[in-house]
């Protein structure tokens, strides 16, 4: 070959070789070196996180199936204004459909976000309504919105749930990571309208509702609970109140109601107002239980070995301790009377006696241990611990401190705490944990039952016993207007002075009841609280009677036979 | 040609290609196998496809399914709501009991 040729043919086999190897190392530049920068930038324009959609919250319900907080389906209208084909067509359509000027939706659709919502929630009907429509770039998103189908029933122990989706106060506050529902979310290729493209199978891991929660609330028990702290508020011109009742058996709470309240699926009409009514008394409230508190001091007397209902005393209308001259609320002097009298007659100077006997050690040892001076450890939110002061806080506990004491003032307890105590003596001296879960109901179905947690053995059985049959006097005696008639039932009254800076209020009381039957084996105990009743300070005119007429109900309802019916049953 | 392409092309000697047969039935066979393989690839992407938007749409329809079933067991919730129930009862003339007799069964009595 021609030495011209060769050289051209060389020079061009030489150009296309180094281009080869430019082409070669670039392609190993982006593919091998910089693989990691690449792929993943590939990766962020593809690969997009893809929520799958929210199932829904928890579902509370009463121990018989019955819904308290559910979910209801509402609509989220918004736009992906870059998909808008005709704003002004569909800001015609929207505006009037949403009640709001077609000129704003017309602004938002014009709006330089790629996403707006236009409005949310909207009603499902109307959700459905607007995507019929078929107006490009205007989508509907279904939402959950919690519901509560029995209105104000029962709002203390349920809570609420706001609009993100985050429990507050009782259940749904208590128990909120429970009822939550499980976000999911992976990574996945999307379309430009970031749609999930389906060229890949998405894993199978659909998320969760929330767990499911059965109460052991009884939807009847608390209505009629309700129904009658409504009346008694009103007939006694009471500012407000508590009745609990609970199953002194297994402490389970079957009502709780409180007045003041609210509707929890109404709890914003309530932003801007001074005294929210979303804390539930009867464990966010403390207050001085008054006379209740002696059924505790006889029980440490007797269960201590330091005397029996028949041990006497002589009762001079007063008594000293630690330098305070404590009297009988009546004033009088009774004379020679029997420890059993203390509770029937409800006498100050007696418990502070008894006290005196026990001495500081034992007394508060036994108030320890039902349950003063701690939180109950109920599954709702917000409980507070009460106040017990002991001698080892020598700085505000004072001598005079174990005389008052005795008689319920100068302490402070919750509702929840007072008939805890006294549901201890109707359940044998056994302390329970009160609890208003009574099943928690995974997504999968998996049922976990609440088993009851026992706080303490306050008393024996036998000193419980013994004290159940003076208690049972105390309303035979004592107070009448708590008897039911057909049925034994223990109990004492509370008239309680209610403390103030500097002193106690001379205006008002509270007016307490707890009660428990049938006797001897007791299946109820209920706690009847009146805050400042205006017909009658005493709690025997007042809460006694609130207490006798719902028991009266109760027994029915819940197919309680009369002493009678039962006896001749227990003999058969 | 173009004059660029004869000053390129003006050095090369034409040669004979000759293929045996039997290079040309691999070549084939290769060829084959590629196309297959290619076919199977792009069968299993269709599938894959067609299975995932199943399952979205199964998904969907789960989701849907769940918001009715939440929708309607609230709306019951509501209409045997206690109060609801109370309004009906009153309206029906019922009243609470009162001096309720518990009946006894005696045994061998019908």
Known sequence: ?572 | MSDFMQWVTHGIKRGRFEVSPRLALRLFALVVVLTVMAALYLMLVSRTAARGRHIQQLEAELFRLRRENEQLEVEIASEGSISHIWERAIELGFAPAEDVEFLRPVAGEP
């Open chain 1, 1 to 572: 070959m021609a030495e011209g040729p060769r050289r051209r043919l060389r020079l061009v086999s030489t150009l296309l070789i180094g281009l080869v190897i430019v082409i070669v190392a670039q392609l190993a530049q982006v593919q091998l070196v910089d693989h990691s920068f690449y792929k993943a930038w590939a990766e962020e324009q593809r690969e997009r996180p893809i929520a799958i959609d929210k199932p829904p919250r928890g579902v509370i319900r009463d121990r018989n199936g019955y819904v308290l907080a559910g979910n209801a389906v509402m609509c989220s209208v918004e736009a992906d204004t870059a998909y808008v084909v005709d704003v002004e067509a569909a800001a015609a359509e929207l505006g009037p459909l949403l009640h709001i000027p077609a000129a704003h939706v017309k602004q938002l659709l014009r709006s330089e976000a790629p996403w707006v919502q236009i409005m949310s929630p909207v009603s499902k009907e109307l959700g459905d309504q607007i995507a019929a429509l078929g107006l490009g770039g205007i989508r509907v998103e279904p939402l959950w919105v919690r519901e509560y189908p029995e209105g104000v029933l029962a709002s203390h122990v349920i809570g609420f749930c706001n609009a993100e989706g985050v429990g507050f106060y009782g259940v749904e506050g208590f128990h909120d990571t429970l009822l939550r529902p499980q976000h999911v979310e992976w990574e996945g290729p999307v379309d430009l309208a970031s749609e999930q493209v389906p060229w890949r199978v998405a894993p199978v891991v659909l998320p969760q509702p929330g767990a499911g929660l059965v109460l052991t609330l009884d939807r009847t028990v608390q209505a009629l609970a309700e129904q009658e702290l409504a009346r008694s508020v009103q007939e006694y011109q009471a500012e407000g109140g508590t009745i609990i009742v609970m199953d002194p058996r297994t402490f389970e709470i079957l009502a709780l109601a409180s007045l003041p309240n609210y509707d929890p699926g109404r709890y914003t009409d309530f932003y801007g107002h001074d005294l929210l009514p979303f804390e539930d008394p009867a464990v966010s409230q403390q207050y001085e239980p008054g006379s209740v508190a002696k059924v505790l001091t006889v029980a440490a007397a007797l269960d201590a070995g330091l005397a029996t209902p028949e041990t006497t005393y002589h009762d001079q209308g007063w008594i000293e301790v630690g330098g305070l001259r404590i009297a009988n609320a009546s004033r009088q002097a009774y004379g020679d009377q029997t420890v059993a009298d203390i509770l029937i007659r409800s006498l100050n100077v007696g418990t502070a006696w008894l006290a005196t006997q026990m001495g500081p050690g034992v007394f508060y040892r036994y108030l320890q241990a039902f349950g003063f001076g701690r939180p109950a450890g109920v599954d709702l939110a917000g409980e507070v611990a009460g106040q017990l002061l002991l001698p080892e806080d020598y700085e505000r506990w004072h001598d005079s401190n174990l005389g008052t004491n005795s008689f319920g003032q100068g302490l402070a307890v919750t509702p929840l705490q007072m008939i805890s105590a006294v549901a201890t003596v109707a359940n044998d001296g056994t302390r329970l944990r009160p609890h208003v879960v009574g099943r928690r109901v995974a997504s999968d179905g998996t049922v976990s039952t609440y088993q009851p947690m026992v706080e303490s053995q306050a008393i024996s059985p036998q000193t419980a016993r013994t004290l159940i049959e003076v208690m049972v006097r105390v309303v035979e005696e004592g107070v009448p207007q708590a008897r039911v008639e057909g049925y034994r039932v223990a109990g004492k009254t509370g008239t309680a002075q209610i403390p103030i800076p500097g002193g106690y209020d001379k205006e008002g009381t509270i007016a307490s009841f707890v009660g428990f039957g049938p006797v001897p084996d007791p299946q109820l105990i209920i706690l009847v609280k009146l805050d400042r009743p205006k017909t009658s300070s005493w709690a025997s005119e007042t809460a006694a009677r609130s207490f006798r007429r719902l028991a009266a109900r109760l027994f029915v309802v819940l197919g309680i036979p009369p002493d009678g019916t039962r006896m001749a049953e227990a003999v058969r």
